[in-house]
């Protein structure tokens, strides 16, 4: 779900856009995917936020396997899909879903790896008004038992949610 501005001089970008059209360089990653993206496009003066977006993002599903919500100022890890899917199924819960407030892009090095093994922890929370917020988002290193793994956590975090795609269909 795109929510960009349409206010003139609006500095917002098109979140699908190679440098060169796929007209003329069609092996870009953006080019040789494209046929699995779909787009759903809202002026953001009338896009009621995130949330709504959320909502409207969910309904772009076409039954595929996995769904993943991210926030689009996110960067991923080198091989993110392979390692979600994996931490998944070791959940052995066809209904799990892994989530949280991802770490900070600094965290990434130039080849996509992460640069140390830690994981952000939603531990603490207080309602502002009817929303609740996050007290903290500390990253902590996990201990040997529990890496590559997910853990349990009372929380869910808007940042980033991976699943079996069939939950926005369960748990609209």
Same mark, same amino acid.
């Given at each position: $779900?795109?929510?960009? %501005?349409? #206010?003139?001089? %609006? &500095?917002?970008?098109?979140? #699908?856009?190679?440098? $060169?059209?796929? %007209?003329?360089?069609?092996?870009? @990653?953006?080019?040789?995917?494209?046929?699995?993206?779909? $787009?759903?496009?809202?002026? /953001?003066?009338?896009?009621?936020?995130?949330? *709504?977006?959320?909502?409207?993002?969910?309904?772009?599903?076409?039954?595929? &396997?996995?769904?993943?919500?991210?926030?689009?100022? +996110?960067? !991923? @890890?080198?091989?993110?899909?392979?390692?979600? #899917?994996? =931490?998944?199924?070791?959940?052995?819960?066809?209904?799990?879903?892994?989530?949280?407030?991802? %770490?900070? $892009? =600094? /965290?990434?090095?130039?080849?996509?790896?992460?640069?140390?093994?830690?994981?952000?922890? !939603?531990?603490?929370?207080?309602?502002?008004?009817?929303?609740?917020?996050?007290?903290?988002?500390?990253? !902590?290193?996990?201990?040997?038992?529990? =890496?590559? +793994?997910?853990?349990? =956590?009372? *929380?869910?975090?808007?940042?980033?949610?991976?699943?079996?795609?069939?939950? @926005?269909?369960?748990?609209?």
């Amino acid at each position: $779900v795109q929510q960009n %501005s349409a #206010i003139e001089g %609006s &500095t917002d970008k098109e979140c #699908i856009r190679t440098e $060169v059209p796929c %007209s003329e360089k069609p092996d870009q @990653l953006l080019c040789r995917f494209a046929k699995n993206i779909r $787009v759903h496009m809202v002026q /953001a003066e009338e896009s009621l936020g995130p949330t *709504f977006g959320r909502h409207r993002a969910d309904r772009l599903y076409w039954g595929e &396997t996995y769904a993943l919500q991210v926030d689009a100022h +996110s960067t !991923m @890890l080198k091989n993110w899909d392979e390692e979600a #899917i994996l =931490q998944h199924k070791r959940t052995r819960n066809d209904y799990a879903v892994m989530t949280n407030y991802p %770490s900070d $892009v =600094q /965290a990434i090095d130039e080849n996509g790896v992460a640069k140390w093994q830690s994981t952000p922890m !939603m531990c603490a929370s207080h309602f502002e008004g009817e929303m609740l917020r996050f007290d903290s988002n500390l990253e !902590m290193k996990m201990p040997q038992r529990l =890496q590559g +793994s997910p853990v349990l =956590q009372p *929380f869910w975090g808007a940042g980033a949610s991976f699943s079996r795609g069939h939950r @926005l269909i369960r748990v609209p």
